[in-house]
């Protein structure tokens, strides 16, 4: 009955918590975001390890069975390290996401949408070309999609009856029709930030309106969900639903900085938090 | 014929500079973006005063004869500090703006637009207190204004005819609208973020719409270059043009990170970048 253990830059990680307890209902949460620091996107290769191992080092003390990496940047620079230095598995926030769009695409294009950093990496074009190096990806930075997320300006897939559905139907419009323009062919894209499965009802009624026929969407939140339910299922660490269980037993959450926390944490985890700690990690 | 020292934690700033070589053609300026260690809005007070006296240090090494603090969280942290430590004039971010706005309203009723972190550091209430206990101060976070000045996507004063000008002028008209609900009365608006004077058109456009009646917009990074043309003129320090000028003589830009810059930097500043160097700063 140990917990997962799941860090992120700040509170977006919090969209694969919502995953996990929706997939695994059994399962507990430890959730740390490093919410004093972020964003990670914009400091050097160095930092970020140094930033990643105090964050896996605080889980681990917490008895995980499993650890997650919810943080594209983090994943990208330390998951190596943290791999090599962890006695329980680690999953990146980038493979799992890559590789349902790998196995999802049938036309062998995929666009990936996320932030400048994520982007700018070139992860999942690495992440993607390792799968199958015949897949050609179109990478797009979408920097208005991680503040409209915060916002909850979220469109939804009704309509855009009022002005915040006005804006975030023209957003995505803008996005995706440059993703089209520059991709028409493709028929899967990743939702490659922990944000963005909030935007998900908007991203597929813009979606549908620009391809007119399915495009599938890979939510890199649901796909860490996933996979991290097939490697406990192969290691025989599944913990199965054992009846109702009190508040704030299933998620236990730490972040490095309280500011902002219930309105967004809320808005990323689908209910309110209840169980919250401010926490100090050291700076080295 | 000494340079004006600008420094801010990213390029933002750089809409000061374009202000000041409006306003004050025969000036040079020696511009410090740290774009490394961008945003300060998230970082402890401890850290920016820290960062600030380091950048600060630096623009004093290049002989300057004024130094102004562009960048509002350093303003709000480390701007006493710095007038305390440096032999030259130090202007922060906030008062000139505050200042302005307080002579132009006639209402007595202000309305403050700016980031999360200026609007939670209450330094314009505070500044505007100072300047007139009477006058009432209504203030908004804004956060996808930021995104949207560096995507370029302006919106202007012409109207919405694309998907660019779509999602701006209804960003635009939500936050505005909102300003207008919580405070119809007010006359004045002051631009509380280096990035905003580019929306300037898109915000006069749907100010005037809502309002149907002139409401002022302040912009800081303007009311900073004037700030500064009077306390230079009042010193005798002034720089009158002496003639065209080699290019790069008028901005040295120094940046402790390269990335983005280029396309960044040409829309805050106007025109390109003609003479950029990466520099490191010291941690301590």
């Known amino acids: 009955m140990q917990p997962i253990g799941v860090f992120d830059s700040g509170l977006g ?3 694969v918590v919502r995953a996990l307890t929706e997939e695994l209902p059994g399962e507990s949460v430890v959730y740390l975001g490093d919410t004093a620091r972020l964003p990670y996107g914009t400091k050097g290769a160095e930092t970020v390890v140094r930033y990643s191992r105090l964050s896996a080092r605080f889980l681990l003390r917490h008895d995980i069975k499993m650890l997650l990496v919810a943080c594209n940047t983090a994943s990208a620079y330390a998951l190596e390290t943290l791999q090599g230095e962890a006695a329980v598995p680690v999953l990146g926030a980038v493979e799992p996401g890559a590789s349902e769009a790998v196995a999802a695409s049938r036309a062998g294009r995929v666009g990936v949408i996320g932030t400048l950093g994520t982007v700018r990496s070139g992860s999942y074009v690495r992440a993607i070309a390792a799968l199958d190096p015949h897949v050609k990806v179109t990478t797009l930075a979408c920097p208005l999609f991680v503040p409209l997320a915060e916002e909850g300006w979220l469109g939804g897939a009704d309509g855009d009856g009022d002005l915040e ?3 975030a ?3 995505a419009e803008r996005y995706l029709g ?10 899967v894209i990743v939702l490659g930030c922990t944000h963005y499965p ?8 813009v979606a549908e309106g620009l391809w007119r026929r399915p495009v599938a969407l890979v939510d890199s939140a649901g796909a860490m969900a996933r996979a991290a339910e097939r490697e406990l299922a192969r290691l025989g ?7 109702p269980r009190a508040p704030g037993e299933a998620l236990h959450c730490f972040l490095t900085d309280e500011a902002r926390f219930a309105e967004l944490g809320a808005r990323f985890l689908g209910h309110p938090l ?8 050291p700076a080295t």
């Not at 440059?178 to 028929?187: C, N, S, V, Y």
């Not at 209840?274 to 990690?281: G, N, W």
């Open 198 to 205: 909030l935007l998900r009802p908007l991203l597929a009624r």
């Open 13 to 15: 990680g919090l969209t």
């Open 178 to 187: 440059e993703l089209r323009a520059r991709e028409p062919e493709l028929d």
């Open 237 to 243: 660490l599944l913990a199965l639903p054992a009846g």
């Open 165 to 167: 559905g006005r804006a």
């Open 169 to 171: 139907t023209a957003i």
């Open 274 to 281: 209840e169980r919250v700690e401010r926490v100090d990690l």
